[in-house]
């Protein structure tokens, strides 16, 4: 008899990578440039610019989920749509006095509420135009079923927005090389998930990731604090604990498959 041929599992292609770098790279890239110090030269027009693009990477976000959705969910599109749905809900309790589109302001002083749901409806809109199916959806909760870190990957899209929030009240002087440090940390955890060959690696890589990109601002505001004399370290380091397992709650999917195939962790 012939011998049966097991496939092995593959890498992911570079041009996801690419995609989910270029998603973590903006995000990173517009953070960085609103933690400049304000006695910087051109302080002020370079925080305008970086918040133009953080709000340009929700638009963006959006976008790629609804290529993701035309594609049937590859993993790079995972990221897209989990911060997609954040910013989403993160900007209906926002408001952007001064903003402006087309020399008109954007809703003045108003909190942009159920319109901050516009461009992901317009982006899932256009998906469903385009496959006229809601097939990949199904699609991607089978994926999800079958491979639980799918999901906290999603969830790791939301990194971005999180680390702005942690180091959100604390001095650019401090916050400035954490957020370089925080968005290189979010891209490579982003390309060794994607180019992990098997989900045990997957795991590793999102485990290692995972930790550090919470830990790295978690650290960085409980350094601030220490320099005004106000010791959070151990206060630090249970949120970071409860931050990271929320995020990895998804591997409670993968628990009954882990046990049925035994202690030897296939199933992770």
Do not use: K
């Amino acid at each position: 008899m012939p011998a049966v041929q097991v496939e092995r599992p593959r890498p992911g292609p570079w041009s996801g990578v690419l995609a989910c770098v270029l998603l973590f790279g903006l995000a990173g890239l517009g953070l960085i440039l609103q933690e400049i110090p304000r006695n910087w030269p051109m302080a002020e027009t370079i925080h305008d610019a970086g918040g133009a693009l953080f709000l340009a990477v929700w638009l963006i976000a959006a976008g790629g989920l609804g290529v993701g959705w035309v594609q049937g969910f590859p993993r790079w599109s995972y990221p897209y749509a989990g911060l997609a749905l954040l910013m989403s809900l993160y900007m209906t309790q926002v408001s952007t006095p001064g903003l402006r589109i087309a020399n008109q302001e954007v809703f003045g002083g108003e909190l942009w509420r159920w319109r901050a749901w516009i461009p992901l409806a317009l982006a899932a809109g256009t998906a469903l135009l385009c496959t006229r199916s809601f097939r990949p959806l199904g699609r991607s909760i089978v994926q999800v079923s079958d491979d639980w870190t799918l999901l906290t990957f999603a969830v790791f899209g939301w990194m971005p927005l999180l680390a702005a929030i942690i180091l959100g009240g604390v001095e650019r002087v401090y916050t400035l090389p954490f957020m370089v440090l925080e968005t290189l940390l979010m891209c490579a955890t982003a390309a060794g998930y994607l180019r992990a060959a098997g989900q045990r690696q997957r795991v590793t890589v999102l485990l290692l990731g995972v930790v550090l990109c919470v830990a790295v601002p978690m650290v960085g505001q409980a350094v601030y604090w220490a320099a005004q004399g106000i010791g959070v370290w151990l206060q630090t380091v249970a949120e970071t604990v409860v931050i990271v397992g929320i995020l990895f709650l998804p591997a409670l999917l993968g628990l009954p498959r882990w046990l049925r195939r035994g202690s030897g962790g296939a199933g992770l």
